[in-house]
């Protein structure tokens, strides 16, 4: 996970899990862990792995890309996928999203960026996809 995507996936991993634990710790660093194993459990089906492949982005003679992998968040079943924009500044040729319990990559296209928070926005065709559930704010308990 990049780190630019991480603390808005870590308060969507909040907000998506209200109360995250039924046991009492004994230390703020139990609670922590405990919290973020639960929601981490709660969200694992809605995470997918992204690869991008290509770009157009020439620095010092070479393709400047992404390197790796990077993940995104299933936002609603019909196929949106927020990510981080770190792996597409390069303007990749093509997208490919890993879904949990999807044997094949399914191809997926840029929808819109928001260049202030950098994230992205992709679209992937599918239905039904899993999609965390956001508890009201005012039942969210830590």
């Given at each position: ?16 899990t209200g109360q995250v634990s039924g046991q009492e710790p004994t230390d703020l660093d139990e609670a922590l862990e405990l919290a973020t194993k639960a ?28 390197l790796g992998p990077t993940t995104g968040l299933i936002v609603s079943p019909d196929g ?63």
């Amino acid at each position: 996970m990049r780190l630019t995507l991480a603390p808005t996936l870590l308060v969507t991993i909040c907000l998506a899990t209200g109360q995250v634990s039924g046991q009492e710790p004994t230390d703020l660093d139990e609670a922590l862990e405990l919290a973020t194993k639960a929601a981490v459990q709660k969200v694992a089906p809605s995470v997918v792995q992204i690869r991008t492949i290509g770009g157009l982005e020439v620095v010092g003679g070479n393709v400047r890309k992404g390197l790796g992998p990077t993940t995104g968040l299933i936002v609603s079943p019909d196929g949106y996928i927020i990510s981080s924009s770190f792996n597409f500044a390069s303007k990749p040729a093509a997208i490919t999203v890993l879904v949990p319990g999807k044997s094949e990559p399914l191809s997926a296209k840029v929808v819109a960026q928001d260049q202030t928070r950098m994230l992205t926005l992709l679209k992937v065709d599918a239905t039904d996809l899993p999609v965390p559930v956001v508890v009201p704010k005012n039942e969210v308990r830590l």
